[in-house]
Each structure stands twice: as structure tokens, then as C-alpha cells.
């Protein structure tokens, strides 16, 4: 091999992207099989026979460093068809069309008498909390709930009630459970300064400009060309890089969603609603059907409720509601009783009712890790049981909300973004919210969004405002 082509098989070796290639894939797609009840036995035997790998724990693990063999490639190419041809007896219970959602809903919420938005106070408190709870998460977004415990413990910051930081951390902790290696610049106690760029803050500025150029008749391929548009593919992840990858190769929604997605119940469009549920105060049906028809370019059935629920219990929380626990309600009453993820809502909040003691909320999360211990860790199942046990232990609190999601692990900056644009939104104005949170953020918000970068929560608030119907 000469020099020249030795170059360049590894810098293409050094560019492959995680998330898109069939081998990669596959072992992800064969627990989401297992999970929706189809029969994969068959496949996963002639998988593992030929050498293929089972899904990494961690989303995003390092492939192999060998160069992909062509033939497992297209042996995975051709197993994720067959997996996706098979039926899921749970199908008919968790649907993805609006209609059939709708139609298992019997309390889907009416359109209120008199709509007003909410006010620019209150949307503001939402933007500054959703910041947050996105940055508090940050740092120990893909550490284990041990790890966790760990680094608040050894500085004596658990039960978890400030920033993580390192100021004080034993050696041997900080080797023992590394933070998050790209946010310990941007997301300890000592390192924050402003909020940093994140896709749980890209998106709803995404959302934003979405409203802003089509209203809220805006179509799904709306949604795809936007992307196309206006966010960079390197700032995709799991369901959304695969939907990325599929509009580049010509499928149209909503096989973005289903084409060699195994990603598509994970938690990406959840992080994407809180936007409808802004514009949309006082009437979660409204904003849940907005949100399905940004979901359903990336997800299905349970992914997709994801982003209903948050969407509607952020417009219940954006129009007034009196506690979270309405908001809750207003959420569920948006997704199929019997689907998986209306079942993981309310198995949260029963597991923080049973233990409502301040100090008991680990025990809480132990219980759902115990439950939900054999999903992924970016999968919208565990998370949104884990968001709604930390929401109802923390009775609309924002700091126990967004300290206690975070502190139950998992995905911790999405799900702590969503606790706080909910938390805040109930505080109710800015002021309403300890100075500790937002005195760091410096009202200041980094992206690569064009047009949006350094901009304040003041002026987002505003923005929200004027999408708002």
C-alpha cells in the first residue's frame, strides 16, 4: 500500500460517523425489536454467527477500529429490512398516526374558550429554566447514576442542590467517573459562562424560526427542508442523524422515521416540543398535534408521545396551570393509556408518591432504574419516568425539579432542560428563580443556529411571544 492511500484510508477511517452505518445499527435495532415484543431470535443468531456486534451501551460508542468488512455491512443492510418487516403486537396499542392518537385518547384536552398567550415574564422564567437545567446536566450527561452520587458526595453537594464541580474532588474520584469530556469546560460550577451550545437549546431555537417562516400550518417536510436549511449535520445525534442521513438519500417523511432508524422510541423529539408548548398556552391539545408533526420526521409511537407529552404539559404550565402535577396530567392526557411510555409516566409518578420524603428521592430513582434498567440510556421510556418521579417529588420546586431529574441520571441535560422550561414556566417570571441558576448563564445563549448566537433569554422570550398564534 502506498503512502498516498494509506493517508487516505485513514483519515476516511477517522470520519466515519457513528449513528448511520447498518453495522452499527443493527445490535440497536435488535433490542428495540426485543423490546416491541417481535420475533428477532433468527436474526440476531445469523448476526452474531457472522460476526457482528451487539448495541454499545453508551449511544455514540467508538466502532470497531478495523476497517467495516463489506460483506457484514451488507449482511446488516439486509437484517435491518427483514426486522423491519416483522409485526409488533404492540402496534395497535402505541400508533403513530395523529388520528388513531387521538382516537385512543378519551381525554384529550378541548381548545380553551378564550385563548391568551402567556406573558413575556413567564415565557422568559421557561427559556431561563430550560438553560439550566439543560447546563446542570451537562457535565455528567453519560455517567453512571453511581458516578453521579459520587461526584455530588465527595463535595459534599448530594443530595444534589447546586453545580457539579471539581473544586475539592478527590483524584480518585474524578478519575473513577470522568465528567462528560466535552462540557467540563462549559458546565462546572468554576467553568460556566453563558450557556453553552447544546441540542436541547438548538432545537427549540429551530422551533422558533420554524414558526416564524411557515406558522403554525407548518408541514413535517417543512420541518426536513428547515433542517436542510439551517442545521449543520454534525449537530444531529441517534434518530435525527439517521432522518438526516435518509433526506439526504431521497426518502421523504415519514420514512425518515422508520428507514433503518432504530433510534425512533428514543428521546430526540421530546427534546424538541417545548417550543409548541410555549406558543401554545392554555391549550395542549393544540400544541401536542404541532409537536407530532415535527416528531414524526425522526420517531414513532413512543418517541413520538414524547414530544406530545412534554408539549402539552409545557402549554398547560404556559398557560397557568395550578401545580405540576396538572401539567402532568395534561400531558398524559395526550398519549395512548395503554402505550409503554404513558405507562413509564405513571410509574414515576406513583414511585415518588409512595416515597414522598425529600430525602427519599433516591430510593425513588432507584426503583425506576430497577424498571427500566434494560432500555438504553437515551431511550424515552426511562427518561420519562425518571422526569415524571423527579417532577412530582419536587412539587413544582424549581431547584428540587431540576436537581432531582438530573440527579436520577440517564439522559441528564435533556431531561433537566425539560424539568426546567416546566419549572420555570410555573415559577412564572425570571425573579421567581434562584439568582445561583441564572446569574452564570450571563443572559447569553451560544449556538451554531444562524442568527441566534449570544442572544438573550430576554430577546428569545420576546421571539416566542410574537410566534405565539
Known sequence: ????????????????????????????????????????????????????????????????????????RALAGRLLDELAALPSPLAAAEPTDLAAIRAACPRWPAPPAAPRPASAERLHAGWLGRAAGCVLGKPVEKVTLSGIRALGAAVGNWPLRTWFTEAGLPPEVAAAHPWNRRSRATSLAETIDGAPEDDDLNYPLLGLLLLKRHGRGFTTADV????????????????????????????????????????????????????????????PGAAAALAHRDAVLTHTGNGVYGAMFVAAAVAAAAGGAPDVHACLRAGLAVVPPGSRYARAVRFGIEAARD??????????????????????????????????????????????????????????????????????????????????????LKNRLATTVAGFDGIGFDALATLTLEASP
Open 224 to 283: 426536513a427542508r428547515l433542517w436542510l436549511d439551517e442545521l449543520p449535520a454534525g449537530r444531529t445525534f441517534t434518530a435525527e442523524r439517521v432522518a438526516y442521513r435518509n433526506l439526504l438519500a431521497g426518502i421523504e417523511p415519514p420514512g425518515t422515521a422508520t428507514h433503518r432508524n432504530p433510534f425512533r422510541e428514543w428521546i430526540g423529539a421530546q427534546i424538541r416540543a417545548d417550543v409548541f408548548g410555549w406558543t401554545h398556552p392554555g391549550d
Open 355 to 440: 416515597r414522598p420524603a425529600a430525602g427519599d428521592f433516591d430510593a425513588v430513582v432507584d426503583r425506576v432504574h430497577r424498571e427500566y434498567g434494560d432500555h438504553h440510556w437515551v431511550h424515552v421510556l426511562p427518561n420519562a419516568a425518571v422526569l415524571a418521579a423527579a417532577l412530582t417529588h419536587a412539587d413544582g420546586d424549581f431547584s428540587a425539579s431540576i436537581c432531582r431529574t438530573v440527579s436520577g441520571g440517564w439522559d441528564t441535560d435533556s431531561n433537566g432542560a425539560t424539568a426546567g422550561s416546566l419549572a420555570g414556566l410555573l415559577a412564572g417570571s425570571p425573579e421567581a428563580i434562584p439568582g445561583r441558576w441564572t446569574a452564570p
Open 1 to 72: 500500500m502506498g503512502a498516498r492511500e494509506a493517508a487516505d484510508r485513514e483519515a476516511a477511517d477517522r470520519v466515519r460517523l457513528t449513528w448511520v452505518q447498518p453495522e452499527d445499527l443493527l445490535g440497536h435495532e435488535l433490542r428495540q425489536a426485543e423490546q416491541d415484543g417481535r420475533d428477532a431470535g433468527a436474526v440476531r443468531a445469523r448476526w452474531l454467527a457472522a460476526g457482528g456486534r451487539a448495541a454499545p451501551e453508551r449511544a455514540g460508542a467508538s466502532p470497531a477500529p478495523e476497517r467495516p468488512d463489506p460483506a457484514l
